[in-house]
């Protein structure tokens, strides 16, 4: 038996891939660790059953009997049946219409232009997309820290950073035009001036579907309040803005208000296509040390699945007292959300934080709808919007009536 030879005191061992080597040993024979490197957004195949869930198929139909159609790739007569059902929406009846394939869009400043996911999404199988706020002039956005997570959502304070209105009609306008997916600007500002401006500037620009008001900005003329928590001045800009351009015309609605029941009817008798519910809720984060505020902008926006039940309340009171389409926006995550939406009054969705995680879920989102009516065996999804509402107009949550123990 051949004694093992003693290791040298001097050698220094070190770890490389799979082998342990000295310093007096031979390099080349060394064999490299090859680390495969998954992106942080990786493609999600809607026909492949989600971890931890069993791919199932009945006797019949899968997809109609389960109404997953991530679970099972759909037969051709399945698909030709989900085919059939009609997810059609239009926002804007009134002003020449604004027509989209599925009630499932994508919220603003989450998706950017459009053009930064293209390569990991079909974005002409989303109904809609509402591209990042853009104002008169350019804007820089607040100082850094921007954004951080918190318990089922994210604040964030980006400040508005976007080009100005001239330059995203340059560089994204040629885009939209050649996409069959509508696309909405939605379009912030400091005055009624800025608003109305910017509209203007978009009118008639091919590819620009329709207008989406973040009216919750500074509003300068009015001593620093913001339009959307204000009646008389959320009803002057929408009706500025209905004046200056005949392009659908949606209105964002701002949680951080009392009773938005006032606030929703008087933008739809200014002439709002349409309402958007809600925008984020203001909120704050502390620096780890606790010595100050630490978004650099001090306070930022409160979205993901912790604004779900803010959001579904006021879908519900502005469905009430409107009769115009309401989309509703606050973390929708999945086909369940959307129901909830849906019941509550609203006739489409915005997909937001969530897409940060999962930027293929606004498609997804679509196919679940379809299979879910298939399952109910429904033509169409809307008999599935206000099936929660009250028969009669009940009071607003400002009451505090179902607060009581």
């Known amino acids: 038996m051949t004694p093992k030879k003693a290791k040298s005191p001097k050698q220094v061992l070190i770890r490389f891939g799979d082998m342990r080597v000295g310093k007096d040993s031979d390099r080349s024979k060394r064999t490299p660790t090859v680390r495969k490197v998954k992106g942080a957004i990786m493609p999600v195949d809607r026909f ?63 998706f950017g232009y459009g ?20 104002t008169l002039k350019p804007r820089a956005g607040n100082p850094p820290p921007r954004v951080t997570e918190t318990p089922g959502g994210m604040l964030n304070s980006i400040g508005l950073q976007n080009p100005g209105v001239d330059a995203v009609i340059d560089k994204y306008g040629p885009i939209w035009r050649g996409w069959k997916v509508p696309v909405i600007v939605n379009v912030a500002g400091e005055s009624i001036d800025d608003y109305v401006e910017v509209a203007r500037r978009l009118d008639g620009v091919p590819g620009v579907a329709g207008i989406e008001l ?10 620093g309040l ?21 392009l659908p015309l949606l209105v964002k609605l701002s949680p951080n208000v009392a009773d938005v029941r006032p606030i929703a009817k008087a933008i739809e008798e200014a002439g709002a296509d349409a309402i958007c519910a809600i925008n984020t809720l203001s909120g704050l984060a502390v620096s780890p040390d606790r010595t100050r505020a630490f978004l650099g902008n001090t306070y930022g926006g409160l979205s993901g699945p912790a604004i ?14 409107v009769s115009i389409p309401i ?23 915005q997909v937001g934080t969530a897409i940060f995680a999962d930027p293929e879920l606004p498609v997804r989102l679509g196919d679940e709808l379809r299979a879910e009516c298939l399952r109910r065996g429904l033509a169409s999804y809307k008999p599935l919007i206000g099936t929660a509402l009250p ?8 009451k505090g009536a179902e607060y009581r123990p």
Do not use: M, W
Not at 115 to 134: A, F, L, M, P, S
Not at 214 to 223: A, E, L, R, W
């Open 391 to 398: 028969k009669r107009t009940g009071a607003p949550s400002a």
């Open 327 to 349: 989309v509703a926006i606050g973390g929708v995550t999945s086909l369940d959300d959307v129901l909830d939406f849906l019941a509550c009054g609203a006739v489409a969705v």
């Open 48 to 110: 492949k059953a989600p971890a931890g869930r069993p791919r199932v198929e009945t006797g019949g139909s899968a997809v109609a009997d389960l109404g997953v159609p991530t679970a099972v790739r759909p037969t051709l007569a399945e698909q030709a049946a989900l085919d059939k059902i009609d997810l059609s929406v239009d926002l804007a009846p009134e002003h020449g219409g604004l027509l989209l394939a599925n009630p499932i869009l994508v919220a603003s400043g989450t």
């Open 115 to 134: 053009v930064e996911y293209g390569e990991v999404v079909d974005v002409q199988r989303i109904g809609g997309i509402c591209c990042k706020g853009t």
């Open 308 to 321: 779900k039940p803010v959001a579904l309340r006021i879908v519900y009171e502005v469905a009430q007292v």
């Open 226 to 246: 913001q339009f959307a928590i204000d009646r008389d001045a959320a009803r002057a800009v929408t009706a500025a803005v209905r004046r200056a351009t005949d």
């Open 214 to 223: 973040n009216i919750s900005c500074p509003n300068v003329g009015k001593g």
